[in-house]
């Protein structure tokens, strides 16, 4: 027999065994695994300083056609530090990459060749002024188009062959 107190439950349920964890082992496997995650964090960072270090001194030499390579690409330098989040990420692209470069926001560069596109159809403008050669607007054309009729081209036989007018004829017009 032993000496041991068993504690019953009231409501006839089995309780849990006090004697397997306590407060305090809780206690030390967080601070252990505190303590193995800030080691694990170091290790990492040592391995990524030593890899990076690796990847450079492996770099094929720059072409010297290039004159104006930067050194490290991943960080904007200082006098691109320009708007308010601390950086200007167009200029930098603009002044160290060479063209085709990386679309920066794609949907405000489909929005401006929209507005130019628009611009051109919808408006007046000169295309050649030495040449005397305007643009007028799409709508506009199309009704000039309309009264006048397509140009023809003459016929070197002088008969034009049946048919062949600038404008089509009209129902119960008699010609």
């Given at each position: 027999m032993?000496?041991?107190?068993?504690?019953v439950?009231?409501?006839?349920?089995?309780?849990?065994?006090?004697?397997?964890i306590?407060?305090?082992?809780?206690?030390y496997?967080?601070i252990?695994?505190a303590?193995?995650?800030?080691?694990v964090?170091?290790i990492a960072n040592g391995?990524f300083?030593?890899?990076?270090k690796?990847?450079?001194?492996?770099?094929s030499?720059?072409s010297?056609?290039?004159?104006?390579?930067?050194k490290?690409?991943?960080h904007?330098?200082?006098?691109?530090?320009?708007?308010?989040k601390g950086?200007?990420?167009?200029?930098?692209?603009?002044?160290?990459?060479?063209?085709?470069?990386?679309?920066v926001?794609?949907?405000?560069e489909?929005?401006?060749?929209?507005?130019?596109?628009?611009d051109?159809?919808?408006?007046?403008?000169?295309?050649?002024?030495?040449a005397?050669?305007?643009?007028?607007?799409?709508?506009?054309?199309?009704?000039?188009?309309?009264?006048?009729g397509?140009?023809?081209?003459s016929q070197?036989?002088?008969?034009?062959?049946?048919?062949?007018k600038?404008q089509?004829?009209?129902?119960?017009?008699?010609?």
């Amino acid at each position: 027999m032993s000496d041991e107190i068993k504690h019953v439950n009231s409501n006839g349920h089995g309780d849990y065994e006090r004697r397997d964890i306590t407060t305090a082992g809780v206690a030390y496997f967080l601070i252990g695994l505190a303590v193995a995650g800030v080691f694990v964090y170091f290790i990492a960072n040592g391995i990524f300083a030593y890899l990076d270090k690796r990847f450079e001194a492996e770099q094929s030499p720059v072409s010297p056609l290039v004159t104006n390579a930067p050194k490290d690409t991943r960080h904007i330098p200082p006098e691109f530090k320009t708007d308010s989040k601390g950086a200007d990420y167009e200029k930098y692209l603009k002044a160290g990459f060479p063209a085709p470069q990386l679309e920066v926001n794609e949907r405000t560069e489909l929005n401006g060749e929209r507005l130019r596109e628009e611009d051109t159809l919808s408006t007046y403008g000169w295309v050649d002024q030495k040449a005397g050669v305007v643009r007028i607007p799409i709508d506009r054309a199309m009704d000039l188009l309309a009264q006048r009729g397509l140009p023809v081209r003459s016929q070197a036989a002088g008969e034009a062959p049946a048919g062949s007018k600038a404008q089509p004829e009209k129902k119960g017009s008699k010609q």
